[in-house]
Structure formats: structure tokens, C-alpha cells
Nanobody
Framework: QVQLVESGGGLVQAGGSLRLSCAAS????????MAWYRQAPGKQRELVAH???????NYADSVKDRFTISRDNAKNSVYLQMISLKPEDTAVYYC????WGSGDYWGQGTQVTVSS
């Protein structure tokens, strides 16, 4: 069983920054893709960004040039650096990992609230 533990959420004013962290309980080399999703109240969960084992990244249009996803192989962790936050970024953010030969796993989520 793979566990993903997120941290770093909180309350921030518009224009501020936050850095989310997600630590995996298995070697990051066993994970093909790690991603961040978010779900705002009353809305569907949406992909924010993902990073492959080869380091290729992809972002939702709404966060391009503001969010950066990265991974630290030594710490089996993935990060989401968020700058220029907007009230519409308010959501629960979830870490997701696609593990080779095992399936997809999700973290418990971390709340990000951006006040106007």
C-alpha cells in the first residue's frame, strides 16, 4: 500500500505564495507520474500539474506561469510552488501517484484558501 502525505496548505492573501509538499512511502523511482489535483466546493476535481519520472511537466492553463511542480528523488517527494495566488485557487489540493504495476494512489488532501 502506497501512502502519500501532503503538507503546506493554509490561508494566504491574494497575490501570496504557498508551497505544497507530498511525501511518498515508496521509492519515487517506482512511480511513473506524480500529480497535483484540486477540488473546489461544488466543482469537479481537476488536474493542476503533473510530472513524469523523466521530469516532463504539464500544467492546467489556469495555473501556467504561476505554479511550478518539481520532485526530489532523494526525499521521494513532489512539490507544488504556487505564486500570485488568486481567490479562485481556493480548493482542497490532492497529491496523486501512478505506481508502476500497482495503480493510482491519493493523498488525504490539504486545504488552500486564498482571501481577496
Amino acid at each position: 500500500q502506497v501512502q502519500l502525505v501532503e503538507s503546506g496548505g493554509g490561508l494566504v492573501q491574494a497575490g501570496g505564495s504557498l508551497r505544497l509538499s507530498c511525501a511518498a512511502s515508496v521509492s519515487i523511482f517506482s512511480i511513473s507520474v506524480m500529480a497535483w489535483y484540486r477540488q473546489a466546493p461544488g466543482k469537479q476535481r481537476e488536474l493542476v500539474a503533473h510530472i513524469t519520472s523523466g521530469g516532463t511537466t504539464n500544467y492546467a492553463d489556469s495555473v501556467k506561469d504561476r505554479f511550478t511542480i518539481s520532485r526530489d528523488n532523494a526525499k521521494n517527494s513532489v512539490y507544488l510552488q504556487m505564486i500570485s495566488l488568486k481567490p479562485e485557487d481556493t480548493a482542497v489540493y490532492y497529491c496523486q501517484a501512478a505506481v508502476w504495476g500497482s495503480g493510482d494512489y491519493w493523498g488525504q488532501g490539504t486545504q488552500v484558501t486564498v482571501s481577496s
